[in-house]
C-alpha cells in the first residue's frame, strides 16, 4: 500500500457467537506486537500508530492476526479461542500522488466526488446543476470524464439516454463553469459529439489546448482555445475507432478499434486496442497494440501510465457487450507492445473464495498522475472499479517493476472512505485542484 494510504482497515467474519475479537499488528524486529481488542468485526488502526508506523516500517511485511472467542452475558468464556486467521500487508517506501474523482451513481443520479489518497471522506466536486454548458432538460447525469491537464477542469459526458461531451472547470468559486479559454467554435464541436475526451500534457498550453474525442467512429481532435479541428487519418485500420487515451508526451494515441459504437464508446466485441500517431492532428499509419489486440479477447477502456511506459485496459473472454461485463478483468501492456499482464488486484481475498474473477466486473483502469521511485525500483498505483462486494466500489493497487524490468502485482486495496451505499464508477485520478477534506 502506498505510504500516504487511508489507516488499515480489518475486517474479518466472526463464526457462530464470537463476540470479542483480538487483532494483533507484528513487525520483525520489534520487540513486543500491537494488540487491540474489540466486540466490532471491523478494526481501524488508531491514526497516532498508524503515522508512526507508515513512516517508519516500509518493505518489510506487517503480519496480522485476528482470534476471536464467546463471551456471554457476565463476561465467561463460553467457546475456547478460535484458530487465527492470518494476512499481512506491506507499505511502499513511496507516496501515491494526486486525487481521484469518480462517477457517483445514487438515487438514479449521476455526479462527480472526489478526494486525495489517505483522506477519510468524500465530497462533491461537480453536480449537474452546476454545469452552465447544459440542457437542463434533457442533461441531468455526469457520466464518464476526464481531468484536464492543469487539474483545474474535466472534460465528461452529460446527458441522460444519450451523453454529449461537455467541459467544465472544476475550482472553488468556478465550478461548473465553462473554462475561460474555451472558444464557441469549440464548444459548439464537443457539444455535438459523444463519448469522454483525452487530454496530452504535451499539448495544454494557450494556443495548443487540445481535445481528443471519438463519436462517429472517427478519433476528432479539437483546439479547445481556437477554431482549428480535424480528424487523424489511421491507414491500416478500416474499422472504427473510439475510447482514445492521449500519451503524455503528445505524440501517439491508443484507441479502441471496433465496428461496435454506441454513445462515443465500445458497444461490444470484437474489439482491440490500436496506437496511431498524433503528428500535430494529422494521424498516420495505425498499428495493433501487440499483447491487447488478440483474436480471442475483447480488449477496451485503454490508459496510458504516466511515464508512457504501460497501457492499461480492460477485457473479456469472447465478444459479449462490453459495458459493464462482469467478466470484465484488467491487465497492464508495455505500450510498446508485449505480453500483457493480469492483475493480482483482480481476485478477491482468499477469505471470500465464492468470489472469482472473472465475474466480479473489474472495469475502467486508471494510473495515478506519477511514477514512485525507491531502491531501484519504480512504483505504479492503479484504481479500478468492481462489484466484488455489491455495488460497484473503488479499489487501488500497486504494480512494482524492478531494475531488470520484472513486474510485480498485487491484491486490491479497499478505499473505504467512499459510501459504501453508491454505484462508484469510472475513476479518474490525477493533480486534481479540488479542497482537502479535514475530518476532526
Known sequence: MPRNWLRPRFDYQPGAGENLFEITLAVPGFNDPLRAYTRSTSYTLDKVIWDGLRTSVTDTPVAVTVKALTLDSNGNVQLSVSEPAEASFVIAPVDAPGKIVYWALG????????????????????????????????????????????????????????????????RTGSAGKVPPYVTSTALATIRALEGTPAYSPAHWKDGDRIAILSDTGDLHWIQLDGTAQGVLSRSGDGLMATEPTFSHDGKTIVYVSTSSIVQGRA???????????????????????????????????????????????????????????????VLVVPSTGGNAVRLAANDAPACQSRLVSPGLTNDWPRWSPDVGHANGKSYYWVTFSSMRSGPAQLYVTGLVVDAGGTITTFPALYLWNQPSTDSNHTPSWDDFQIPSITIN
Open 107 to 170: 438515487n438514479n443520479v449521476g455526479s462527480l466526488k472526489g478526494f486525495g489518497i489517505g483522506e477519510e471522506g468524500t465530497e462533491d466536486v461537480l453536480v449537474p446543476a452546476q454545469v452552465q454548458a447544459r440542457n437542463p432538460t434533457t442533461e441531468t447525469c455526469i457520466g464518464c470524464h476526464a481531468a484536464t491537464p492543469d487539474g483545474e477542469g474535466v472534460g465528461f459526458a452529460l446527458g441522460q439516454g444519450l451523453y454529449f461531451d461537455s467541459i467544465a472547470d472544476i
Open 267 to 329: 458497444a461490444a466485441g470484437p474489439a482491440d486496442l490500436y496506437q496511431v500517431p498524433y503528428s500535430a492532428g494529422a494521424g498516420g499509419a495505425a498499428t495493433p497494440v501487440v499483447g491487447a489486440a488478440t483474436s480471442s479477447y475483447t480488449e477496451y477502456y485503454p490508459a496510458f501510465s504516466p511515464d508512457d511506459a504501460f497501457v492499461a485496459f480492460t477485457r473479456i473472454a469472447g465478444t459479449g457487450n462490453v459495458y459493464s461485463n462482469t467478466d470484465a478483468e
